[in-house]
């Protein structure tokens, strides 16, 4: 008969020790990421995608008037992610302080991307990294190109990734409790809240789940997470139901709509698998921004298997990848969700190899990889990439009468809203919104005052026809850089 030594417990004097060899190590992680990716966050990335104007707009309407939107609420997303970011600008009156709008957002973005460093540092300990290689997966998520260029931007995806490593780090906690299941299961229903795609992750979560829970109590555990994980997502299709929109039906939004369009409705980007493809374009350009991290992660996925540990970590970036092969629609921010993976891999692999074989990985990093990343945050932090759209605003501001209609990007649309104008108009609701056509355009074209945007591609104005008549009796009367301020003269 063979004998186990058990570990002696630990007591609250090593715990506490080390705990403080570990702080020891994150803080400097988390100061020199809070300047990599705080310096110069209002100027770059530029403003290159509506949808960070779109939630904290969005934001805004939950303090200014209580509602969920600053149009009508369609259910595109759960709304947690912009409740949060009303949270943090009420509590600093964000909007009030801010030098435009997105910037609040942006701020919260930054509060996320460093509680996700410190919870992935957590996370790659329960892992069985040891401290030296935690801080490498640290600092390969927090500093890559591809991450810094993200984790500024207002994006859902940010929110929902950090309520994901949360959720894996709870699941992977040494006590193998009761409680770790049920705190798993909260974090993951707000990952999913924040953002629905986050779902697909469950099944990684559920394998790491497994192996981190005790084979006498595991049905418990995985019932308490299922129950309380089913329970915390269904309040939004009973919060759907309880406003009678879970359903179509006449003069109303419904969720159930929104799903089939998410789902089906919307035109796909094409697979991963196809050179001309939309998502194989925008895959193209995340490699673009940094050719090394997430090519070494998914390179990594299949010896990840034969490492116990990073099993489920491996299937999570398998099925992101997975999911980009089958041809339907791929958001801009996609790639999100992908880093922490990708940074553990790389760090958690290459922690299990022999000192000789990782001196070359570890040289052609020195030689190629940090000399690249750090030119790259060079340029980024000298580049005023929003300078243009804000001139613009400024301009309207200025020479505009806070009473007329302008069309104008969502960017724009709240700091026009914040300086007093009464009608600005977002221009994806031209056309589409019933409710602005008739209040704010009851004339159509003639309706418009002032149009400020960058040119429009002709298969987006051919949707909005009343847009493109607006722009056909326009002349120019200012323009800064990409963006022209057109007045409406027909």
Same mark, same amino acid.
């Given at each position: 008969?063979?004998?186990? *030594?058990?570990?002696?417990?630990?007591?609250?004097?090593?715990?506490?020790?080390?705990?403080?060899?570990?702080?020891?190590?994150?803080?400097?992680?988390?100061?020199?990421?809070?300047?990599?990716?705080? &310096?110069n966050l209002h100027g770059w990335p530029g403003r290159i995608n509506d949808?960070?104007?779109?939630?904290?707009?969005?934001?805004?309407?939950?303090?200014?008037?209580?509602?969920?939107?600053?149009?009508?609420? &369609?259910?595109?997303?759960?709304? *947690?992610? &912009?409740?949060?970011?009303?949270?943090?600008?009420?509590?600093?009156?964000?909007?009030?302080?801010?030098?435009?709008?997105?910037?609040?957002?942006?701020?919260?973005? *930054?509060?996320?991307?460093?509680?996700s460093c410190a919870l992935l540092f957590l996370l790659a300990r329960r892992l069985g990294f040891n401290r030296a290689w935690s801080a490498v997966a640290v600092a390969l998520f927090a500093l890559s190109p591809l991450a810094v260029f993200f984790h500024r931007m207002v994006f859902l995806d940010n929110l929902a990734?950090?309520?994901?490593i949360a959720a894996l780090a709870a699941a992977a906690s040494p006590r193998r409790s009761v409680g770790a299941a049920l705190y798993s299961a909260v974090w993951f229903a707000g990952a999913v809240l924040c953002k629905e795609t986050a779902v697909i992750l469950l099944p990684a979560l559920v394998w790491l789940l497994v192996q981190h829970t005790d084979r006498r109590t595991r049905a418990w555990n995985l019932?308490?997470?299922?129950?309380?994980?089913?329970?915390?997502?269904?309040?939004?299709?009973?919060?759907?139901?309880?406003?009678?929109?879970?359903?179509?039906?006449d003069g109303h939004v419904s969720l159930s709509w929104a799903l089939w369009w998410q789902l089906f409705g919307r035109s796909g980007s094409g697979s991963l698998l196809d050179p001309s493809s939309g998502t194989y374009a925008l895959a193209h350009s995340w490699v673009d921004l940094d050719p090394y991290l997430l090519l070494a992660g998914v390179l990594l996925v299949l010896p990840a298997f034969f490492v116990k540990p990073l099993r489920p970590v491996a299937l999570a970036l398998l099925i992101q990848?997975?999911?980009?092969?089958?041809?339907?629609?791929?958001?801009?921010?996609?790639?999100?969700?992908?880093?922490?993976?990708?940074?553990?891999?790389?760090?958690?692999?290459?922690?299990?190899?022999?000192?000789?074989?990782?001196?070359?990985?570890?040289?052609?990093?020195?030689?190629?990889?940090?000399?690249? &990343?750090?030119?790259?945050?060079?340029?980024?932090?000298?580049?005023?990439?929003?300078?243009?759209s804000r001139a613009a605003t400024k301009w309207v501001i200025d020479h505009v009468p806070k009473d007329r209609v302008v069309v104008t990007d969502d960017y724009i649309w709240l700091d026009l809203k914040l300086a007093g104008f009464t009608k600005p108009v977002w221009l994806w609701k031209v056309d589409t919104d019933p409710e602005v056509m008739e209040k704010v355009l009851p004339a159509g074209a003639a309706s418009i005052d002032y149009v400020v945007m960058a040119g429009q591609a002709d298969s987006t104005l051919a949707s909005l026809p009343t847009l493109r008549q607006g722009l056909a009796d326009s002349r120019v009367v200012e323009r800064f850089g990409e963006i022209e301020i057109r007045q409406v003269t027909g």
């Open positions: 008969m063979t004998a186990v *030594l058990e570990r002696p417990a630990d007591t609250s004097e090593t715990v506490v020790k080390r705990d403080r060899r570990s702080w020891y190590v994150l803080a400097p992680l988390l100061l020199v990421a809070g300047l990599v990716n705080g &310096w949808d960070e104007g779109t939630y904290v707009d969005q934001a805004w309407a939950m303090l200014d008037h209580g509602s969920l939107a600053h149009y009508t609420y &369609w259910y595109d997303h759960p709304f *947690l992610g &912009w409740a949060i970011i009303a949270g943090y600008a009420g509590l600093t009156d964000g909007f009030a302080r801010a030098p435009s709008g997105v910037m609040v957002g942006r701020e919260v973005m *930054l509060i996320a991307v460093l509680v990734t950090m309520f994901t019932g308490l997470f299922g129950v309380t994980f089913a329970g915390l997502v269904a309040s939004y299709p009973v919060f759907a139901l309880l406003k009678n929109e879970l359903v179509p039906g990848v997975a999911m980009m092969c089958r041809g339907g629609y791929l958001p801009f921010a996609y790639v999100i969700a992908m880093l922490p993976f990708a940074a553990l891999l790389v760090a958690g692999v290459l922690s299990r190899l022999r000192l000789a074989f990782v001196a070359v990985p570890a040289a052609l990093a020195l030689l190629v990889v940090v000399p690249a &990343w750090s030119t790259t945050m060079y340029a980024q932090s000298k580049t005023d990439g929003s300078a243009n």
